[in-house]
């Protein structure tokens, strides 16, 4: 463990702790071959800080969850790797995996193993490296991650158009066929009230001149407008982080929040629950029950996507049902035989990503 901030994402936590936050620091970074490697219990915030220093980022946007509203976030580049979880520009620069070029890390057999390296083409054989994103940390204990980071855009706009679901995720569809600078979007409903207005936000990043002529063209196409970036970029922030409006949980209701992944290309789902859609159509979020597993996971299959219990209700323990959707065969097979490799034991994580580990 180390910030402790996605404590709440997994089937169950269990064993003792063993509190990596103390190894901690940047080991090397060299702006100008775009590569930075750290300890796994660096502070997120830390090297973020450091990247921003030299017109740098990690472009997947990490979330980065805090124990309390009141409090910085404790997130760790560590646990941003197990989590596996990325921001809004996910659907356009790929995800946390796609940056990751190698690791070390200590089996449970208790052997240092390193896996990959600083360079993008460094892959011999398996990319283990990459089996430790989303893997919770069962596979064992992370010590350093060698990232990829890209420069910061010269240019941002966000543009937000009056449409419901059905014809946003056409236009986004469109457009991402276009040569045009997507970089993020997001769909919501600002009340589940009838007749309320349904909104997509649309981000734009790239160069000055592509970012100005796809804001000419899109606004023709659609009417839209343009915000400005002083208000745009907080809510990009908390929509990074779920703190807008729609993750603060319903009132009186024993609700849980859940995260639907699916193709792009995925029609509008016909449930009676209140959705945010990112990744021009590919994450879509919703509160309902548990009760609702059956029909949301059927619902998710149908077109290809799972679903995931990301948030549980208050009055739901963490291990009262099933969070991932099940694996199916031979996939369950090969997860199984890679936990059985890097953790015959099973020390690390015990049940955290499925039940029988």
Known sequence: ???????????????????????????????????????????????????AEHGQSLAFEPPCFSLAPDLPSRATCGGMVASGLSGPARASVGGVRDFVLGVKLINGRGELLTFGGQVIKNVAGYDVSRLMVGAMGTLGLMTEISLKV??????????????????????????????????????VRDDTAPGSPELLFVRLRGAVAAVESACRQMTREVPGTRMDNAVAAPDWQRCRNLKLPFFTPPEAQNLALWRLSLPQTAPPLPLAFAQFVEWHGGQRWLWAPVSALQQLRQAAEQL????????????EDTGASARFSPLKPPIDRIHEQLKAEFDPAGIFNRGRLYPQW
Not at 306 to 312: C, D, E, G, V
């Open 1 to 51: 463990m180390g910030g402790g901030t996605k404590d709440f994402y997994g089937q169950s936590l269990q064993g003792e702790v063993l509190d990596v936050s103390a190894l901690r620091g940047i080991v090397s970074y060299e702006p100008s071959e775009l590569v930075v490697t750290v300890r796994a219990g660096t502070p997120l915030a830390e090297l973020e800080a450091e990247l």
């Open 150 to 187: 890209l420069p910061l855009a010269p240019a941002e706009a966000t543009l937000v158009f009056e449409l419901d679901q059905t014809r946003a995720l056409a236009q986004l569809h469109r457009w991402g066929a276009q040569p045009l600078p997507l970089n993020a979007s997001c769909w």
């Open 304 to 315: 290809g996507g799972s679903a995931t219990i990301f948030i549980a209700a208050h009055a």
